[in-house]
C-alpha cells in the first residue's frame, strides 16, 4: 500500500509506516500546490497530511483511490467529512498528545498579555529600557480572577487546569455539553454563552471550528466583554472577527489578545493588528513541541497501519464510517 506524505514528518511515523511494509512517498518540494498535491494523492492509497490542504467535494472527486486519510492534527475542518462519509474514509487525527502543548501555548498568550510582554520586548529591541516609572503602562495580575473556556474538552481542560493550580482563578465555561470531570476537579461552572463573554476576565478559545460558527466573536461580543478582558484564541482564526477585533483593541474596549491562529491565516503583511501593542501573535505554533510532534507522528502511523491491516483507525473523526 502507497501512503504520501506530504511534509516530512518526525522520524518515529516513518520508521513505524516503513517497518510495517508500507510503501512512503514523501516529496522533495515540500511547498507543493494544490495541483500538484492532488496529483500526488491521486496515485496512492492512503494520504498522511501536514497542514491545512482542503479536502473538499474536488478532492474526493478527484481521487477515487485515496481509501483512508490520516490527519497529523487534532482539527478536522479542513475536512468535508460528509463527503468522506459517503465514500467510507476513515478520517485519522491526533487528539491528546498534543493537548498540553497547545494549553501551554494558550496559557504562554495569556501571561504574556497581562504582562504587556510584546510591548517591552519591543522597547527593549528598540533600545529603549526607560527609567523605572511606578505608573508606566501596568499589567494586571491574574490570581483569582475568572477564566471563561469556549469549548471545555480536551485543551480547555488543561488550560483550566493549568490556570486552576497556578492563579486559583475561577473557571467558568460554555460547551456542547456539561464536563462532568471539569465541574468535579476544577469547581468549574458551566455558563451561557452571554455569561461566559460577559464574566470572563480571560476568555479562552478551545472549540473546534465548524463553519457556521465563522465569526462567532465579533463587534457584538467584544461590546459586551469586560474592558480589562483578554481574548485568546489557540483554536481556529475562523472563529474570531479579526477586524473587529482591531476595533476592539484600539478602542480600548478589551484590555489586549493573545493569538496563535489568525483570521486569514496567515496574517495578511498589512493587518494593522500587528501594530498594536496590547497583542501578542504567534504563528500557529500550538502543537510545535517536540514531545507533541513525535505524539502526533506516532498516532498518524498508527492510524494508517490499523487501515492497511482491515483494522479501525483508533483516533478517528468520523467514527461512523465503521
Ligand atoms: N493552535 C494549535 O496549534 C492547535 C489548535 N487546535 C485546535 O483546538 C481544537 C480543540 O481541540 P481538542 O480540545 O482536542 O478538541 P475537543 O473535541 O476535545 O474539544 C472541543 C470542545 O469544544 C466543544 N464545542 C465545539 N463547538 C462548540 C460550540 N459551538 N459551543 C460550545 N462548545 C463547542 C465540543 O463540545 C468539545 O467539548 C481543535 O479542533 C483545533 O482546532 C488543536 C491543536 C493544536
Ligand atoms: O492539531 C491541530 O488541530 C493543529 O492546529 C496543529 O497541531
Not at 498535491?37 to 478532492?59: M, R
Not at 490570581?143 to 480547555?156: D, N, Q, S, V
Request: hydrophobic share 40%; net charge negative; proline share 4%.
Amino acid at each position: 500500500m502507497k501512503v504520501f506524505i506530504n511534509k516530512r514528518i518526525p522520524e518515529i511515523g516513518i520508521t513505524m509506516l516503513k517497518e510495517a511494509g508500507l510503501e512512503v512517498i514523501i516529496p522533495e518540494n515540500d511547498n507543493l500546490s494544490r495541483e500538484e498535491w492532488l496529483e500526488y494523492c491521486k496515485k496512492t492509497d492512503a494520504v498522511l497530511n501536514v497542514g491545512g490542504n482542503q479536502f473538499n467535494q474536488e478532492f474526493f472527486e478527484e481521487c477515487p483511490n485515496v481509501k483512508a486519510i490520516a490527519l497529523f492534527s487534532v482539527g478536522f475542518d479542513h475536512v468535508d467529512i460528509k463527503e468522506a462519509n459517503k465514500r467510507n474514509i476513515p478520517i485519522g487525527n491526533t487528539p491528546d498528545v498534543l493537548s498540553r502543548a497547545t494549553s501551554d501555548v494558550a496559557f504562554l498568550l495569556m501571561q504574556s498579555v497581562s504582562r504587556r510582554a510584546s510591548f517591552y520586548f519591543q522597547k527593549v529591541k528598540d533600545r529603549n529600557w526607560g527609567n523605572f516609572d511606578p505608573l508606566y503602562e501596568l499589567g494586571q495580575e491574574l490570581y483569582g480572577k475568572t477564566l471563561g473556556i469556549f469549548g471545555l474538552g480536551r485543551i480547555g481542560f488543561e488550560m483550566a487546569e493549568k490556570c486552576k493550580k497556578a492563579f486559583g482563578m475561577n473557571i467558568i465555561y460554555h460547551n456542547r455539553n456539561h464536563n462532568e470531570e471539569a465541574e468535579q476537579e476544577l469547581d468549574a461552572k458551566y455558563v451561557s454563552f452571554d455569561e461566559l463573554i460577559e464574566k470572563s476576565d480571560v476568555l479562552s478559545i478551545h472549540a473546534n471550528f465548524k463553519p457556521e460558527q465563522s465569526n462567532l466573536f465579533n463587534a457584538s461580543v467584544f461590546e459586551k466583554m469586560k474592558k480589562n478582558a483578554i481574548f485568546v484564541n489557540t483554536a481556529r482564526g475562523g472563529f474570531h472577527n479579526q477586524k473587529d477585533l482591531y476595533q476592539a483593541l484600539v478602542s480600548g474596549k478589551i484590555w489586549g489578545a493573545g493569538l496563535d491562529v489568525t483570521n486569514p491565516e496567515p496574517i495578511e503583511d498589512n493587518d494593522p493588528i500587528l501594530q498594536l501593542s496590547n497583542v501578542c501573535i504567534l504563528p500557529h505554533i500550538g502543537s510545535a513541541t517536540i514531545e507533541a510532534r513525535n505524539g502526533m507522528a506516532r498516532l498518524a502511523a498508527e492510524n494508517i497501519i490499523a487501515f492497511s491491516k482491515g483494522e479501525k483507525m483508533k483516533h478517528i473523526a468520523n467514527p461512523e464510517v465503521y
